[in-house]
């Protein structure tokens, strides 16, 4: 584990902006830059900003490379479920992935009965619903417990400042959003990916408690995972430990969100700025994720990043690799 005075120091060098040149089209996401290469192909820079409430508030230092090689461990790990967009990773913040139109559901899957948004399980459950997202549930179940089998949930991407539109299975179909056999491949991918999931975390002393998967087609039809897999900002985990004493400790993006929430800030307005010792736990949380979920040590590149990566830019134009 990364000792807390390289976390601190490196706080001020943590990849926020990227401004390299670079003829071919380039898009900025939340956490992400793409960048446009022939054939087909992009390169996914993962920066270090951090999201929530629906805007970037912050940033962690070396988050971006925690999130870019724990999915290619990921990809690599359930590449016999089902194939991904994934080439390579030649930097620790850069993905090389295969362009590809991604499908208009994404999946949600989700292992224990928790939450308290409007739309949560536990919530409408614990309002006396009993058949959610078109899922009976049984009586007894208390807050946070595990469920008996994973079950999925689509959603639609909301616009800004929206939620996700929540669907049962049943509309995904009946909405023509996808036919009836491509839903049940992607259901059958998004389950077996997450009990895979769940098996590593329980092994690590982590609960796998939900997580968001995306699918999209190569150009020859074939299903491909996409986007980020099991990672803190993608997924929900709990230490075990935690979970056992009956008050479950997030090790995820979640830590961050709540310690706004404790400050009264809930998306509108200018928000405060996160205490160093905030960002430092939050950096050691998704490190210590990382390491326990991967059985390696986490070797950081060094900073700047901005370095590391033109270079890897300049090498795929003069290479057209």
């Known amino acids: 584990m990364i000792d807390e005075n390289t976390l601190l120091t490196t706080i001020p060098h943590a990849l926020r902006e990227l401004s390299l040149p670079?003829?071919?089209?380039?898009?900025?996401?939340?956490?992400?830059?793409?960048?446009?290469?022939?054939?087909?192909?992009?390169?996914?820079?993962?920066?270090?900003?951090?999201?929530?409430?629906?805007?970037?508030?912050?940033?962690?230092?070396?988050?971006?490379q925690v999130l870019n090689q724990l999915s290619?461990?990921?990809?690599?790990?359930?590449?016999?479920?089902?194939?991904?967009?994934?080439?390579?990773?030649?930097?620790?913040?850069?993905?090389?992935?295969?362009?590809?139109?991604?499908?208009?559901?994404?999946?949600?899957?989700?292992g224990y009965i928790t939450g308290s948004t409007a739309t949560a399980l536990w919530t409408l459950y614990a309002a006396g619903e009993r058949t959610i997202y078109g899922y009976t549930f049984p009586d007894g179940l208390r807050k946070n417990d595990r469920l008996p089998g994973p079950i999925v949930t689509p959603t639609t991407k909301g616009g800004p400042g929206q939620h996700d539109e929540r669907l049962t299975c049943a509309e995904v179909v009946e909405r023509g959003l996808l036919d009836a056999a491509t839903w049940e491949q992607v259901q059958a991918a998004?389950?077996?990916?997450?009990?895979?999931?769940?098996?590593?975390?329980?092994?690590?002393?982590?609960?796998l408690v939900d997580t968001k998967y995306e699918f999209g087609?190569?150009?020859?039809?074939?299903?491909?995972?996409?986007?980020?897999?099991?990672?803190?900002?993608?997924?929900?985990?709990?230490?075990?430990?935690?979970?056992?004493?009956g008050e479950p400790v997030h090790w995820d993006k979640e830590f961050i969100r709540l310690w706004y929430g404790r400050q009264?800030?809930?998306?509108?307005?200018?928000?405060?700025?996160?205490?160093?010792?905030?960002?430092?736990?939050?950096?050691?949380?998704?490190?210590?994720?990382?390491?326990?979920?991967?059985?390696?040590?986490?070797?950081?590149?060094?900073?700047?990043?901005?370095?590391?990566?033109?270079?890897?830019?300049?090498?795929?134009?003069?290479?057209?690799?």
């Not at 290619?72 to 994934?86: G, K, M, R």
């Not at 098996?199 to 609960?207: L, Q, T």
């Not at 928000?271 to 949380?285: D, F, I, K, N």
Request: include cysteine; proline fraction near 7%; hydrophobic fraction near 40%.
């Open 217 to 245: 087609r190569a150009p020859g039809g074939a299903l491909l995972l996409v986007d980020e897999v099991h990672t803190p900002d993608s997924s929900r985990y709990w230490t075990a430990e935690s979970l056992q004493q």
């Open 190 to 207: 998004a389950l077996a990916i997450f009990r895979r999931g769940q098996a590593v975390a329980d092994r690590a002393g982590f609960a």
């Open 22 to 64: 670079w003829p071919h089209p380039h898009r900025s996401g939340k956490v992400r830059e793409a960048f446009a290469l022939p054939e087909g192909r992009l390169l996914l820079v993962t920066t270090d900003r951090l999201s929530a409430f629906d805007r970037v508030l912050a940033a962690i230092p070396f988050k971006g």
């Open 72 to 110: 290619a461990f990921w990809f690599a790990q359930t590449a016999d479920v089902v194939a991904n967009h994934l080439v390579e990773t030649p930097d620790p913040n850069v993905s090389l992935v295969r362009e590809c139109a991604t499908l208009p559901v994404e999946v949600i899957v989700r």
């Open 264 to 321: 009264g800030y809930r998306g509108a307005g200018e928000p405060p700025a996160l205490p160093q010792e905030v960002v430092v736990e939050a950096a050691r949380r998704y490190i210590a994720l990382y390491e326990g979920l991967t059985g390696q040590d986490f070797q950081p590149a060094d900073y700047p990043a901005e370095e590391r990566i033109e270079r890897v830019l300049l090498e795929y134009r003069d290479t057209g690799r």
